[in-house]
């Protein structure tokens, strides 16, 4: 069975930096490009970033980039969103998904998905 897990989301203040994670299992991780999508109250599902089988391609939306780092451990079968310099902006669910290409990925077009993590940020 497909699992993505996440962690690391939380309460903070404006200009603070989360990390979250993503520990999937149950499919060849390495085989999988991986994003991370966002949703706010009332907002569309809107694409932050994604990146391809070995981590060496990346893709982010103009709103998060220069501020979010995306990054994956495939020996470790986690990939993880690095988010400095929060904005109250951010604040939304944060969903960690696997895409079997990379281009699926940066089309928001996702095979699996994780539960979703809240990210609150304070103004």
């Known amino acids: 069975q497909v699992q993505l897990v996440e962690s690391g989301g939380g309460l903070v203040q404006a200009g603070d930096s989360l990390r979250l994670s993503c520990a999937a299992s149950g499919l060849t991780f390495s085989n999988y490009a991986m994003g991370w999508v966002r949703q706010a109250p009332g907002k569309e599902r809107e694409f932050v970033a994604s990146?391809?089988?070995?981590?060496?391609?990346?893709y982010y939306a103009d709103s998060v980039k220069g501020r979010f780092t995306i990054s994956r451990d495939n020996a470790k079968s986690s990939a993880y969103l690095q988010m400095n310099s929060l904005k109250p902006e951010d604040t939304a669910v944060y969903y960690c998904?696997?895409?079997?290409?990379?281009?699926?990925?940066?089309?928001?077009?996702?095979?699996?998905w994780g539960q979703g993590t809240q990210v609150t940020v304070s103004s």
């Open positions: 998904a696997a895409a079997g290409s990379f281009v699926r990925s940066r089309r928001n077009e996702y095979d699996y």
């Open positions: 990146t391809s089988y070995s981590g060496t391609n990346t």
